[in-house]
């Protein structure tokens, strides 16, 4: 009898550890596979990505503000330098205007103001013979100076005519003039 004692105790035993098992199983099963766990894991992949995204926010929000402010000190240096720019043209428009205004060729006169011009000058100046004594030599022209001064800077008679406003033959016939005089 001890045997089958043991025999019934040891299949109890076996029982009782199987049903022990099935309810510890299914148990463990149905927390493993249940909705509470399932959403407890999905809320828990849902939080990781949406502190991903704010953390990946953060950063790209630093990184435009800083290329923001960046921006706008290059723009801040690009006005700036627009601003010397357009200084700098307006200086240089207003000194090619006067160098426009100084190497402005007088109006050319006619032919017949220059003939007023020079009959007012003959009929106006006294006769050599009254006002100065015979040694002295008659004094040269404006015109005639400015011609010598600048025959002997070397220029030409179309650049001579040209500055002084008058015609290429007097400055040539001046500065035969000239040649005489000095041979």
């Known amino acids: 009898m001890p045997a089958v004692y043991l025999a019934v105790f040891l299949s109890a035993f ?10 510890f199983f299914r148990y463990y099963l149905k927390r493993r596979t249940g909705q509470e766990r399932i959403l407890s894991e999905l809320r828990e992949e849902v ?7 704010d953390e990946k926010t953060e950063r790209d929000i630093s990184l435009i503000e800083e290329r923001e ?3 706008r000190s290059l723009l801040e240096e690009t ?4 601003k010397v720019y357009i200084r700098e043209l ?5 000194d090619e205007a006067a160098l426009a205004a100084l190497t402005a060729k007088p109006p050319t006169p006619t032919y017949q103001e220059l003939g007023r011009n020079r009959y007012r000058a003959t009929e106006q100046s006294p006769p050599a013979s009254e006002s100065a004594p015979a040694e002295a030599a ?13 025959v002997r800077a070397g220029f030409t008679a179309p ?3 040209s500055r002084l406003g008058i015609s ?8 035969a003039f000239m040649e005489m005089r000095e041979q």
């Open 14 to 23: 076996a029982f009782a550890l199987s049903v022990f098992s099935f309810f």
């Open 47 to 53: 939080d990781n990505i949406v502190l991903s995204l």
């Open 69 to 71: 402010k960046a921006l």
């Open 79 to 82: 006005d700036k330098r627009l």
């Open 90 to 94: 307006d200086k240089r428009r207003e």
């Open 138 to 150: 008659p004094s040269a022209s404006p015109v005639v100076e400015q011609i010598r001064e600048l």
């Open 159 to 161: 650049v001579v005519a």
């Open 168 to 175: 290429i033959t007097e400055v040539e016939l001046a500065m």
